[in-house]
């Protein structure tokens, strides 16, 4: 009997150390990839104030946006070049999954880019939409300029 009590708390011991471990591994503090920082991103706000990011400039023509309603995006990019025609700006709601919206923004005579943005509806009363704009080329090596506006039915 004593030879069968030992085997128990053998047994215990043993399943309670895999299971802290198997905590341990579900909470990602075991080392890896989850240690690493998350990289905190810094999205420029969309409006009639300029913001300026990776040596871009970029504008929005209204400061409200207003679903199904248009706003012209202009981007002045000196980095982009000249043979670049237009690029992409993909947006994703954040509070809410509306797919990813995306408009491509041609190149105008002066050398700027621009498009006209159009969301669609939501059933809140505001939402962010963050993404980035970016070369509509993938040969172009450039950082992306990440972006973010605020809609308001």
């Known amino acids: 009997m004593p030879n069968k009590k030992k085997w128990s708390v053998i047994t215990n011991c043993v399943l309670t150390l895999a299971l802290a471990w198997g905590g341990y591994q579900l909470m990602g503090l075991s080392g890896g990839k989850n240690d690493e920082p998350?990289?905190?991103?810094?999205?420029?706000?969309?409006?009639?104030?300029?913001?300026?990011?990776?040596?871009?400039i970029v504008t929005l023509s209204n400061d409200v946006i207003h679903p199904m309603q248009?706003?012209?995006?202009?981007?002045?990019?000196?980095?982009?070049?000249?043979?670049?025609?237009?690029?992409?700006?993909?947006?994703?709601?954040?509070?809410?999954?509306?797919?990813?919206?995306?408009?491509?923004l041609t190149r105008t005579l002066?050398?700027?880019?621009?498009?006209?943005?159009?969301?669609?509806?939501?059933?809140?009363?505001?939402?962010?939409?963050?993404?980035?704009?970016?070369?509509?080329?993938?040969s172009v090596k450039i950082e992306p300029i990440n972006v973010s506006l605020r809609m308001i039915k």
Do not use: R
């Open 38 to 56: 998350q990289k905190i991103i810094d999205y420029c706000q969309l409006s009639t104030k300029a913001c300026e990011q990776n040596h871009a």
């Open 70 to 104: 248009s706003a012209e995006v202009s981007v002045s990019w000196p980095d982009i070049p000249q043979n670049t025609d237009s690029l992409i700006l993909s947006l994703e709601g954040h509070e809410m999954m509306m797919g990813v919206y995306k408009l491509k």
């Open 110 to 138: 002066n050398g700027h880019f621009s498009g006209n943005l159009m969301l669609p509806f939501c059933t809140s009363e505001e939402m962010t939409w963050q993404g980035s704009i970016k070369p509509d080329s993938n």
